[in-house]
């Protein structure tokens, strides 16, 4: 599974989904209020252990987690 | 007086805006002229004392929504947009409300409960003069025109203060949650008292990440305004940089926090402790007990700024207790005293004060203890007797009257500072069919201080965890979702029937 992929299951696991009926890959998740800070802390966890990165805390700005594809570029620069 | 006049008796026409930060700004006088108009056509549509629901997040559109609200003399009802349908609708039913004030994104999920609804574009289109936009950029131009309107909305010193401004629902120790009801002079006596131990001015600035359907942050828009202070709003408080960003960039002199946020910035940012906030004052803490490694660490780290830990409860309008920064290092571990014009004591069976060391219940009197909870007679005679808040926390005193909390609030479990009921989530699980038994306990978490973890008794093997969670999202707001679940035999039980949850605490510590 590409990681794309493996971040849209993830939010749309049980924990996240019934907060969007559907979600394109440039909606804001901040603004749709599916990330608050609990979820924030467990998408951060997600994201370490799921494609053993870290999580910078420089790193910690709306612009790499807003979006699906927002994430996506995030983690695909922190694997290379 | 109406709190909101108290408010902005001396701010509505400073000439500076009131609300900063990167999403939105307005002025002080900007800000006046649309409550005022908010409260206006309240009154010509709702009359007076009406509940009034408000959703939102943190934005101009809910300060002046609030403000509006209490300004009308109608009660508004604040609440968080993350509560669920089920929860909102029995609140919406409790208080009879016809009118909620919702954010554009949670109109859809919650209209249906309300005769009307308006959202951030509908104060605008009120009638008034020289409509404009709620929120402004320009806040110069929003300026110019406002005088007028706004004295002729006279500032009611008759008003009674006895009178409720709002009600504020928290979790209570049953499954629904409990209307705490404030009146005007609650607000009045506890801002009154907040300003005077954090001697704020209109030189101060706060950088808001608490929410202000909670009563926490809504003190910090009371004293704010009272004084003549401005705010800067930040929703994103896990987007760690924009709030050290803030606090540089707005020169931010003050920062308030529960527990978990302390725990979150101390541990989750490198960067945090080595930057310098040259016009940091102060910061405070309230919301639950920050571990003592973190006070130090965040005082070592910034010796120059007061630390404040508070105390305090929806039922005491916010504030009870605070210990002055000074003390802190000889008091450490200790919420202080009470603060100006509240009485708080450690009081023993019989209501006598503690000597030193003994253990009593915390009570408290003073001009912010609430009117009671609403519709619920029996509780508030329980709660509130000969004039006194008992609160349920625990503590003793010192030789010199520092209060020292060692129970808190057995029955809640503190989630990143949000009160939560175990009954709650317990209520939900069972209506599974599959569910035979289930029991909530708070595990010790890193960054939230608590974690959810439910311990679930099924029949039959077909119930899984996802089933569980995906239950509880649908029913309850996402502080409130078990971060843990474990399928156990039974729920140990004590001789007499009761369940034995410091068991389950061991069981949970035994397996970690």
Redesign the interface.
């Known amino acids: 599974m590409d990681v794309k992929t493996e971040i849209r299951n993830y939010l749309y696991?049980?924990?996240?989904?019934?907060e969007f009926a559907k979600l394109g890959d440039d909606d804001s998740l901040?603004?749709?209020?599916i990330?608050?800070?609990?979820?924030?802390?467990d998408l951060i966890g997600f994201l370490e252990q799921k494609f053993n990165v870290t999580v910078d805390?420089?790193d910690?700005?709306?612009e790499n987690?807003d979006s699906l594809n927002a994430i996506t570029a995030y983690v695909g620069q922190r694997i290379k | 007086m109406n709190f909101t006049d108290y408010a902005f008796e001396a701010s509505a026409f400073l000439d500076k805006d009131v609300i900063v930060g990167n999403a939105e700004q307005i002025s002080y006088p900007a800000l006046y002229r649309e409550v005022c108009r908010i409260a206006a056509h309240l009154n010509r549509i709702a009359g007076e004392d009406q509940k009034i629901l408000l959703i939102g997040e943190n934005s101009v559109f809910f300060v002046a929504a609030y403000l509006g609200i209490i300004k009308s003399g109608n009660v508004c009802v604040p609440v968080n947009?993350?509560i669920g349908a089920e929860a909102l609708a029995h609140i919406v039913g409790q208080c009879g409300a016809k009118i909620g004030f919702i954010q554009k994104?949670?109109v859809e999920k919650f209209s249906p409960l309300f005769e009307q609804v308006f959202d951030e574009s509908a104060p605008a289109t009120f009638p008034g003069q020289a409509p404009t936009t709620l929120a402004t950029r320009n806040s110069q131009l929003a300026t110019q025109d406002s005088k007028p309107e706004a004295q002729n909305s006279k500032l009611e010193t008759a008003f009674n203060p006895s009178r409720l401004a709002e009600i504020l629902f928290t979790s209570g120790s049953t499954a629904l949650p409990k209307g705490v009801m404030l009146t005007h002079g609650n607000l009045i006596a506890n801002t009154e008292s907040i300003i005077e131990y954090l001697n704020l001015s209109e030189a101060d600035r706060i950088e808001v990440v608490l929410p202000f359907y909670y009563c926490f942050g809504l003190s910090l828009l009371h004293t704010h305004l009272r004084v003549g202070g401005s705010l800067v709003l930040n929703?994103?408080?896990?987007?760690?940089?924009?709030v050290i960003e803030d606090l540089q960039t707005y020169q931010c002199t003050g920062f308030s926090g529960v527990p978990s946020h302390y725990q979150?910035i101390l541990r989750?940012?490198?960067?945090?402790k080595e930057t310098k906030f040259p016009h940091l004052r102060y910061v405070t803490q309230a919301g639950g007990k920050l571990p003592v490694p973190f006070i130090k660490e965040f005082t070592e780290a910034f010796p120059e700024v007061k630390f404040y830990v508070m105390y305090g409860q929806t039922e005491a309008t916010a504030r009870l207790s605070y210990l002055p920064p000074e003390m802190l290092p000889a008091k450490i571990g200790s919420i202080g005293r009470g603060i100006p014009g509240v009485k708080l004591e450690v009081l023993n069976k019989a209501g006598q004060p503690v000597k030193p060391g003994e253990v009593g219940e915390l009570s408290a009197s003073g001009g912010n203890i609430m009117a009671g909870y609403f519709q619920d007679p029996e509780l508030t005679a329980r709660t509130i007797r000969n004039g006194k808040l008992f609160t349920g926390d625990l503590g003793t005193v010192d030789e010199e009257g520092y209060i020292y909390i060692v129970a808190r609030e057995k029955e809640f479990i503190k989630?990143?500072g949000e009160r939560v009921s175990p009954k709650e989530i317990e209520e939900v699980i069972v209506r599974l069919p599959e569910v035979v038994d289930c029991s909530i306990i708070g595990v010790p978490d890193d960054?939230?201080g608590e974690a959810i973890k439910a311990y679930i008794v099924v029949n039959g093997k077909n119930l899984k965890e996802?089933d569980i969670?995906?239950y509880c999202?649908?029913h309850l707001s996402?502080?409130k979702?078990p971060k843990y679940v474990e399928f156990i035999d039974k729920i140990p039980v004590s001789a007499t029937g009761k369940k034995e949850k410091a068991r389950l605490v061991e069981l949970h510590s035994a397996a970690t």
Do not use: C, H, W
């Open positions: 696991s049980e924990r996240f989904k019934n901040l603004e749709r209020g990330i608050d800070s609990v979820k924030m802390l805390d420089d910690l700005y709306p987690f | 947009p993350a994104r949670a929703n994103t408080f896990m987007m760690l940089n924009t979150i989750k940012s490198r960067r945090f989630v990143g960054l939230l996802n969670i995906a999202t649908q996402s502080t979702i």
